[in-house]
């Protein structure tokens, strides 16, 4: 059994209009969505702005109402409240936010914004309590002299590392991460990183790693989602995803991660743009007549890909989607 298993999720937001108010359509948010997370892995989920991967991230915690599916934890469906209850689900998943200062009480000091999951879900007695507070400020590499500062007081990565801080204090099993490096510049999104995973070794959790850059998610997950329009156009391993792409979007995703050797600049540029044109142009041949992904079909064991079936028998036999 996997950690978390989740199976034809929705979550469709009505939007109402006009004089009486009334439900006029729904935003697909996200539209039939099925993937495992493995106990102790780093699972990705990537894909553009606006693709479904915050509404997904809040689903798996249990802070968005979803439309359909179910989210399986320990035999139970948590999207029910009843069983986050009795699971002890709340203690068991925390998320971290992208962006940290507003995620962080401004009026709070450090050491009781990573001590409040503590005071939700342990009972400890002060000293204890602040001990377990310093231990993780040292975890994260903050001085013991960061408890009584205000959030406002520290840089975007040490920010970051207080929201780390806070998510693992009650030694959670699953943490979704939305975006929780993107607000950091490159050598501080290292840093960040690298405490994710040490942590992650240390204490054996799994992540939900969300992230709109193919090139952040590539040194922290073992497997990968692809996510568009609210639907998963391809899913697979590290090795599939980077080394065997098969969906044109995410092709073009691999395309826009920059190039940092300079004397390879014209020719990732000249790649993205080629990528791009077949993007725009060849959109009928990829997506369905209503521009949504196709249902996902398995390619191999660890392998699936969103694309109607004349493509995927062409892929079977030439082992390649020629443009
Ligand atoms: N409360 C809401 N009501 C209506 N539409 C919403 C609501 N929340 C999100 N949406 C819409 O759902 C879609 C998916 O949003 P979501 O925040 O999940 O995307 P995302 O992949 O996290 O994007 P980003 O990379 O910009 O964070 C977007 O089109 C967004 O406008
Ligand atoms: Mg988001």
Not at 52 to 62: A, C, D, F, L, Q
Not at 164 to 189: F, W
């Given at each position: 059994?996997?950690?978390?298993?989740?199976?034809?999720?929705?979550?469709?937001?009505?939007?109402?209009?006009?004089?009486?108010?009334?439900?006029?359509?729904?935003?697909?948010?996200?539209?039939?969505?099925?993937?495992?997370?493995?106990?102790?892995e780093t699972y990705g989920?990537?894909?553009?702005?606006?693709?479904?991967?915050?509404?997904?991230?809040?689903?798996?915690?249990?802070?968005?109402?979803?439309?359909?599916?179910?989210?399986?934890?320990?035999?139970?469906?948590?999207?029910?409240?009843?069983?986050?209850?009795?699971?002890?689900?709340?203690?068991?998943?925390?998320?971290?936010?992208?962006?940290?200062?507003?995620?962080?009480?401004?009026?709070?000091?450090?050491?009781?914004?990573?001590?409040?999951?503590?005071?939700?879900?342990?009972?400890?007695?002060?000293?204890?309590?602040?001990?377990?507070?310093?231990?993780?400020?040292?975890?994260?590499?903050?001085?013991?002299?960061?408890?009584?500062?205000?959030?406002?007081?520290?840089?975007?990565?040490?920010?970051?590392?207080?929201?780390?801080?806070?998510?693992?204090?009650?030694?959670?099993?699953?943490?979704?991460?939305?975006?929780?490096?993107?607000?950091?510049?490159?050598?501080?999104?290292?840093?960040?990183?690298?405490?994710?995973k040490?942590?992650q070794?240390?204490?054996?959790?799994s992540y939900l790693f969300?992230?709109?850059?193919?090139?952040?998610?590539?040194?922290m997950c073992n497997n990968?989602?692809?996510?568009?329009?609210?639907?998963?156009?391809?899913?697979?391993?590290?090795?599939?995803?980077?080394?065997?792409?098969?969906?044109?979007?995410?092709?073009?995703?691999?395309?826009?991660?920059?190039?940092?050797?300079?004397?390879?600049?014209?020719?990732?540029?000249?790649?993205?743009?080629?990528?791009?044109?077949?993007?725009?142009?060849?959109?009928?041949?990829?997506?369905?007549?209503?521009?949504?992904?196709?249902?996902?079909?398995?390619?191999?064991?660890?392998?699936?890909?969103?694309?109607?079936?004349?493509?995927?028998?062409?892929?079977?036999?030439?082992?390649?989607?020629?443009?």
């Amino acid at each position: 059994m996997s950690l978390i298993e989740i199976n034809d999720l929705k979550v469709h937001y009505p939007i109402r209009s006009g004089f009486w108010n009334r439900i006029t359509y729904s935003v697909k948010a996200v539209d039939g969505i099925s993937f495992n997370i493995e106990a102790g892995e780093t699972y990705g989920l990537v894909g553009e702005s606006g693709s479904g991967k915050s509404t997904t991230g809040k689903s798996v915690v249990g802070l968005e109402k979803i439309t359909s599916g179910s989210i399986m934890y320990k035999g139970k469906d948590i999207t029910k409240k009843s069983n986050r209850k009795e699971l002890d689900y709340n203690h068991d998943v925390q998320m971290i936010f992208q962006d940290s200062l507003s995620s962080l009480n401004p009026r709070k000091r450090i050491e009781d914004i990573i001590a409040e999951p503590l005071r939700n879900f342990e009972k400890l007695d002060a000293n204890e309590e602040k001990l377990r507070v310093l231990q993780l400020l040292d975890i994260v590499g903050l001085d013991a002299d960061a408890l009584y500062k205000y959030p406002h007081q520290f840089s975007g990565g040490q920010r970051q590392r207080i929201g780390v801080a806070r998510a693992v204090a009650t030694n959670p099993k699953l943490i979704i991460a939305d975006e929780p490096v993107s607000a950091l510049d490159l050598s501080v999104q290292a840093q960040v990183l690298n405490f994710m995973k040490k942590i992650q070794r240390e204490f054996g959790i799994s992540y939900l790693f969300i992230s709109h850059d193919l090139g952040v998610v590539r040194h922290m997950c073992n497997n990968i989602a692809i996510m568009n329009r609210g639907r998963l156009v391809e899913i697979g391993t590290r090795d599939d995803i980077y080394n065997h792409p098969l969906h044109i979007y995410t092709k073009r995703l691999l395309a826009a991660i920059p190039e940092t050797n300079v004397n390879h600049r014209q020719e990732h540029r000249e790649q993205r743009l080629e990528v791009e044109k077949i993007y725009q142009e060849q959109q009928d041949k990829y997506y369905d007549k209503d521009g949504k992904a196709y249902p996902l079909v398995q390619i191999s064991p660890t392998h699936s890909v969103a694309l109607p079936e004349d493509l995927v028998e062409k892929i079977k036999h030439e082992g390649e989607v020629k443009a």
